[in-house]
């Protein structure tokens, strides 16, 4: 994680989460579920998620560090519930 101030924005506080799922299908579902989750307070941060080669890499900013540090950990909260949702019954699970 890389918590740099931004000069260039109005959002002074960025950093960078990237995961790797090892495959593209487990990412999106990750994806996919944490997508629907939108930020509690969007006028103070901002979070921008992409899928690439098995990764989920997810883009915070903030206009406070407090802000920034909230969002994140609650973030990583639901996407530890949803990786371990996936370990438990994703692929290769019997119905």
Same mark, same amino acid.
């Given at each position: 994680?890389?918590?740099?101030?931004?000069?260039?924005?109005?959002?002074?506080?960025?950093?960078? #989460?990237?995961?790797?799922?090892?495959?593209?299908?487990?990412?999106? !579902?990750?994806?996919? +579920?944490?997508?629907?989750?939108?930020? #509690?307070?969007p006028d103070k941060v901002k979070r921008l998620m992409t899928?690439?080669?098995?990764? =989920? =890499?997810?883009?915070?900013?903030? !206009?406070?560090?407090?802000? =920034?540090?909230?969002?994140?950990?609650?973030?990583?909260?639901?996407?530890? =519930?949803? +990786?371990?949702? !996936?370990?438990?019954?994703?692929?290769?699970?019997? #119905?």
């Amino acid at each position: 994680m890389d918590v740099t101030p931004d000069a260039q924005s109005q959002w002074d506080f960025s950093c960078d #989460l990237e995961v790797d799922f090892g495959s593209e299908e487990n990412a999106s !579902i990750v994806y996919a +579920t944490l997508m629907v989750d939108k930020e #509690l307070q969007p006028d103070k941060v901002k979070r921008l998620m992409t899928v690439s080669n098995g990764k =989920l =890499l997810v883009h915070f900013e903030a !206009i406070e560090a407090r802000f =920034l540090r909230a969002s994140f950990s609650a973030f990583v909260d639901v996407l530890t =519930l949803a +990786t371990k949702t !996936i370990e438990e019954f994703g692929p290769g699970m019997e #119905l």
